[in-house]
T-cell receptor
Framework: GAGVSQSPSNKVTEKGKDVELRCDPI?????LYWYRQSLGQGLEFLIY????????KSGLPSDRFSAERTGGSVSTLTIQRTQQEDSAVYLC?????????????FGAGTRLSVL | LAKTTQPISMDSYEGQEVNITCSHN???????ITWYQQFPSQGPRFIIQ???TKVTNEVASLFIPADRKSSTLSLPRVSLSDTAVYYC????????????FGAGTRLFVKA
């Protein structure tokens, strides 16, 4: 079946502009995660959604970052007033949450470049 | 969340068996151990998950000693295409859903 889909695959923007990154999770997966990965680094947790529960936003680096998940499916990560340090690959993952530790299925990511 | 420690990098040659060990001294009773693989320009991919003893699938084996304070991912007869970053994670759903990926282990397989 279809995997996690992220769009756009690449985004180049100017400093100060707002950007929206989209994630289409695997159908039926109740959990959705956003991560950020800078070049050569590990994954930095940003936010997760689980069903109708309040999202865990503890990883969002500043109030310029926000995310929403509509209808328990598609999610959008929004970065307002982008800064050069926001340049990174943004990864989305979804999980069926049917095991002791949720197995996450990742998209290919969106590479964001802030000029 | 249990903290994990892995080697930063490892080198190997094609055809060899590679063992990557992850330390997780503070693992909780309900925690599982999960390994992911990440190739350049791709998202991580699930490899294997286990709770205790040994788990084997078509890709790898996972060895977990009785005290569960460490685990070893074993890749049999690696090829050049196994060059990637390997992440070890420890956690469970009951403790919340936040997951922490460390820096992982960069495996370089040489011809």
């Amino acid at each position: 079946g279809a995997g996690v889909s992220q769009s756009p695959s690449n985004k180049v923007t100017e400093k100060g502009k707002d950007v929206e990154l989209r994630c289409d999770p695997i159908s039926g997966h109740t959990a959705l995660y956003w991560y950020r990965q800078s070049l050569g680094q590990g994954l930095e947790f940003l936010i997760y959604f689980q069903g109708n529960s309040a999202p865990d936003k503890s990883g969002l680096p500043s109030d310029r970052f926000s995310a929403e998940r509509t209808g328990g499916s598609v999610s959008t990560l929004t970065i307002q007033r982008t800064q050069q340090e926001d340049s990174a690959v943004y990864l989305c993952a979804s999980s069926p949450m049917d095991r002791g530790q949720n197995i996450q299925y990742f998209g290919a990511g969106t590479r964001l470049s802030v000029l | 969340l249990a903290k994990t420690t892995q080697p930063i990098s490892m080198d190997s040659y094609e055809g060899q068996e590679v063992n990557i060990t992850c330390s997780h001294n503070n693992i909780a009773t309900n925690d599982y151990i999960t390994w992911y693989q990440q190739f350049p320009s791709q998202g991580p991919r699930f490899i294997i998950q286990g709770y205790k003893t040994k788990v084997t699938n078509e890709v790898a084996s996972l060895f977990i000693p009785a005290d569960r304070k460490s685990s070893t991912l074993s890749l049999p007869r690696v090829s050049l295409s196994d060059t990637a970053v390997y992440y070890c994670l420890v956690g469970n759903n009951t403790g919340g859903f936040k997951t922490i990926f460390g820096a992982g282990t960069r495996l370089f397989v040489k011809a």
